[in-house]
């Protein structure tokens, strides 16, 4: 007989998303060619929309959702991973529309992983998660576009894409920017994390003009909405934005002066569909980058049973830092 696991399984009754953690067997797991033992997950904002049913994440039900997982293959018949390989997974809808990283087992594709880089341990892996994966894609986007010299403007900047953002640009050697809505409370974190400067929201936004002062050679946003549109009017001239986010608003009210008067480009950044290889560079860069101290001031570990409430309190708006779930903790 097969042992069972313990897993968070969501359901839906009467339009309303349930969570519970349960026991499962390997024999109630969607089919896949790997079967990975999960040592580790994290907790996303496309997982707190999940776990508390919002954005109509979740495709079909039940799900364990958990857009990342971190662990070891058990087995894999495609041949493409020997049993014992350390593997991260973020992405591909895992989570959404596969069941996900919330389970101490759960099979998957072997297309989908990549193989956790050597100098990353499991924790810190999963305290960079898709959120550190995609704060490591925009600055690769921002290294790419060539920016002019300057400040680099990161909002939503306590949050998971943005406190990543923050340590890697600071370690880069960037001069960065930190936006946040709670100046107050995040100055302090912020700043150790390598900010130079904490702008609060309420103070930087006070007149959004189609073209501002130039203050920015580039940008990080995971905001979207007025806070994306007053950037852009303040980028440098051939400066450049990464767009990742929509934490403020999906909408973009803006005008097309910033791009045909000082050559300002959007680039936008994805991480759930991003192809291998610039995966596989990411996670190897954020190994590099990213030392063990640079984890500490960033992650909360919980179980598996904690993380309801944790998502309500995401979705609220008041993230901080990255929490990172130990499946082999009680959950
Ligand atoms: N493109 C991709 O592949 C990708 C991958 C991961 C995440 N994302 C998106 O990126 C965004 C951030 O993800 P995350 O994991 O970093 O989420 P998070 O940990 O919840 O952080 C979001 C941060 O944005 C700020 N914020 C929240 N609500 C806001 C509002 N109404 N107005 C202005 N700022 C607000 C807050 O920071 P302050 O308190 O500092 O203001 C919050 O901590 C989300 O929209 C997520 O869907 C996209």
């Known amino acids: 007989m097969q ?3 313990q897993a968070l399984v969501l359901t839906e009754v009467d339009g309303k998303t349930h969570a519970q953690v349960q026991p499962l067997t390997q024999a109630e797991l969607p089919s896949g060619d790997t079967l990975v033992a999960v040592s580790h997950s994290s907790l996303n904002y496309k997982d707190a929309m999940a776990l508390t049913g919002k954005g109509k994440i979740v495709r079909q039900f039940p799900m364990v959702p958990g857009i990342d997982l ?16 350390a593997v991260v997974l973020t992405g591909w809808g895992v989570g959404e529309r596969f069941w996900g990283g ?11 992983l990549t193989a956790l880089p050597k100098d990353m341990s499991p924790l810190q892996s999963m305290t960079l998660g898709t959120a550190g994966l995609t704060a490591m894609l925009c600055v690769m986007a921002l290294e ?5 010299k300057g400040k680099i403007l990161v909002t939503g900047a306590s949050g998971g894409v943005g406190s990543v953002a923050v340590a890697l640009l600071s370690r880069l050697g960037f001069e960065v ?6 100046p107050e409370e995040n100055q302090e974190y912020l700043t150790k994390l390598g900010a130079t400067e904490v702008l609060g929201i309420a103070q930087w936004q006070t007149k959004i003009s189609p073209l501002a002062a130039q203050r920015w050679a580039g940008v990080i946003d995971v905001a979207g909405g007025a806070i994306l549109a007053q950037a852009l009017s303040e980028v440098h001239y051939a400066g450049a934005v990464a767009a990742s ?9 803006t005008t ?11 680039q936008g950044v994805d991480s759930v569909m991003c192809p291998q290889d610039k995966r596989t560079q990411a ?29 309500a309190e995401m979705m609220s708006g008041k993230a901080h830092g990255r929490v990172v779930v130990d499946l082999k903790a009680a959950p």
């Open 3 to 5: 042992t069972p696991f």
């Open 102 to 112: 919330y389970s101490q087992v759960q099979r998957v594709k072997s297309e989908w």
């Open 70 to 85: 971190v662990g070891t293959v058990i087995e894999c018949t495609s041949g493409a991973w020997k049993t014992g390989d």
């Open 283 to 311: 996670w190897e860069r954020l190994a590099t980058l990213c030392s063990a101290d640079a984890y500490a001031d960033m992650q909360r570990v919980v179980g598996l049973s904690a993380l309801p409430a944790l998502a």
């Open 144 to 148: 790419e576009a060539a920016l002019p």
């Open 245 to 253: 986010g929509l934490a403020a608003s999906v909408s973009l009210d």
């Open 177 to 182: 920017t930190a936006l946040t809505s709670r």
């Open 256 to 266: 097309v002066l910033p791009f045909i008067l000082r050559g300002v480009r959007l």
